[in-house]
Every structure is written in C-alpha cells, then in structure tokens.
C-alpha cells in the first residue's frame, strides 16, 4: 500500500554505477512520493566508467517493476534539474558524518536557491553504508566480484 501524497521527488546522483545502496534509498523513500525522478549528473569536469546513456539504461533496469521511477541525464545545478523534474523534494543518500556534513552545506546552498524545495536526507539502510560507486568500480576493474554491491537487474553490463 503507498502512502504517496502526490508530491514528486528528485533523487540526483553520478550513479557510476548504481549500486544496491542506491536501491535500497529509492526503496525506502518510494512509499512517499507518486513519483521519483532519478538525475543523473553530468559534470564536463568529470570522466566516468559508464556513459550518462549507459548509466540511465542500468537505472531503469534496476528499477523497471516500479512505473513511479523515471530516470532522466542532466547538465548544469541539481536544483535547477529538479525544478524542471517539478520536484518539492531534494533526496540524499547519507552514509556517514562526512557525507552528513557535506550535504547539509549542500542544501543550505540549495534552499538559499530555492526555497520551495526541502532536502530530505536518507540514512544508508543497514548494510548498505559501505557500498558505493567507487568502490564498485574498483573491484570491478581488478575483477573483483561486485554481485554483492549492485542489483541482479544490472548484472549483465559487468559481464
């Protein structure tokens, strides 16, 4: 049963590559929203593993049972994507102080830019805190088993 209000979210991110983190955060905030956007950021100051086409294919892979996700690549500052998104709501994946501290200054930033969006910060759910897309890539690049980090959906873009 979905709590949903009707409201839309925006969850953005590099997603390089997604990872079971990532799901767990869109699956606990879900019951929330009637929708959730995925953003994927580009950053011309960045290289990534993964294309932003590749990225948002693995997205929607990951979560193609759930029609109330879209995924969508955008340039230039997350609040302007999410406004576009027509999202009240900013999601941020917390895993620990570090990221706590960078976010809050984030959003501070955000809001002082928008004052109709809330951030709303997402602790990492159990078990999932020491998953991320760096460390992913890492052990994917000495061929390292990374099935316990990312979702059986995605598998096969490792292969």
């Not at 990532?22 to 950053?43: C, D, E, R, T, Y």
């Not at 917390?94 to 969006?117: G, T, V």
């Amino acid at each position: 049963m979905s709590t949903s209000t009707g409201h839309v979210a925006f969850f953005p991110g590099s997603f390089d590559p997604p990872t079971k983190g990532h799901f767990a955060i869109v699956q606990a905030i879900l019951p929330l929203f009637s929708k959730l956007v995925i953003g994927i950021g580009q950053n011309s100051q960045k290289s990534y593993a993964w294309s932003a086409e590749v990225r948002k294919k693995m997205l929607e892979d990951m979560f193609r049972d759930q029609a109330e996700v879209q995924v969508v690549i955008y340039e230039g500052m997350t609040i302007d994507a999410a406004e576009r998104a027509g999202a009240r709501f900013l999601i941020r994946g917390i895993r620990d102080e570090k990221d706590s501290a960078y976010e809050r200054q984030i959003a501070e930033a955000n809001k002082a830019l928008s004052p109709d969006i809330e951030t709303i910060f997402v602790p990492s759910p159990t078990g999932a805190a020491h998953i991320n897309s760096s460390i992913v890539r890492e052990i994917h690049k000495h061929g390292g088993n990374i099935r316990p980090f990312i979702h059986e959906n995605i598998w096969h873009y490792f292969s």
